[in-house]
């Protein structure tokens, strides 16, 4: 695969990051987006290596596993709400892809991706008055038991139409936004004080502990305990 053009176009995506992957999970191709993610100064810094030797603990493991298992089985995955940190620790969330590589005999030989900044497409003045009222409901009340279909009953119209408005919106689901905002209200929690992990599941919205640290840890790549340490740490 000659992937010089492709490699110069993904460098002028400076919300996406791009990579791709040989079989065994190393970087073979990286935009500049994803380099200054990870604080890095050069492209070759990356090459030739995994997430995991990249990255600290939860951070970089998760992600090695996620290719791993791309790598293992050829499901691709497709739009995964994540949250990612750019150094020096600044949130942010997207969107990861990731699609396995085959050859013409149909092996598995790597694996291209891109994680997308999600930005919100519209401002509040061209949101529509019922999905506003809903989106006014989901942050004062994450904490509270929620659906796409109540918040779509909040917003006075169908489900679907309300999903397609917030797909608009916000370029994501309304289930994901509902994970977006109790994630993001996690994560303060847990850097603004010592309160425990259980108490500030049920405080998010979460039916338990660990409800939460899964929820947690499959959008951001870190355990919540280690999310906290390193922040402390910080």
């Known amino acids: 695969m000659d992937t010089r053009y492709m490699e110069q176009i ?39 290596r995994r997430p995991r030797d990249v990255c600290p603990g939860d951070f970089g493991l998760v992600p090695t596993e996620q290719d791993a298992q ?20 600044v949130p942010v969330w997207g969107l990861t892809s990731k699609i396995p590589v085959r050859d013409e005999q149909g092996r598995i030989t790597g694996l291209i991706g891109i994680s997308k900044d999600l930005t919100v497409r519209l401002s509040l003045g ?3 008055a019922g999905v506003e009222r809903a989106l006014r409901h989901l942050e004062k009340s994450f904490d509270q038991p929620l659906s796409p279909s109540s918040l779509a009953k909040k917003a006075g119209m169908s489900a679907a139409r309300f999903a397609r408005l917030i797909k608009r919106i916000h370029g994501i689901s309304p289930m994901q936004l509902i994970t977006k905002t109790r994630i993001s209200a ?34 951001t790549g870190c355990s919540t305990s280690e999310y906290r340490r390193l922040h402390q740490l910080g």
């Not at 995506?13 to 994803?34: C, P, Q, W």
């Not at 303060?188 to 409800?211: K, Q, T, V, Y």
Request: glycine share 8%.
């Open 186 to 219: 996690g994560s303060r929690l847990l850097l603004e004080g010592n309160a425990p992990i259980a108490e500030i599941a049920l405080n998010c919205g979460f039916a338990d502990h660990s409800a939460f640290t899964r929820a947690f840890r499959a959008v």
């Open 70 to 89: 791309v790598l293992r089985t050829g499901r691709p995955i497709i739009e995964r709400l994540e949250l990612f940190w750019r150094r020096p620790n």
């Open 10 to 48: 993904a460098d002028l995506m400076h919300d996406t990051a791009f990579f791709i992957k040989d079989a065994e999970g190393r970087y073979r191709v990286v935009n500049h987006s994803l380099v200054e993610r990870h604080g890095l100064s050069h492209k070759s810094e990356m090459i030739g």
């Open 126 to 128: 061209e949101v529509p």
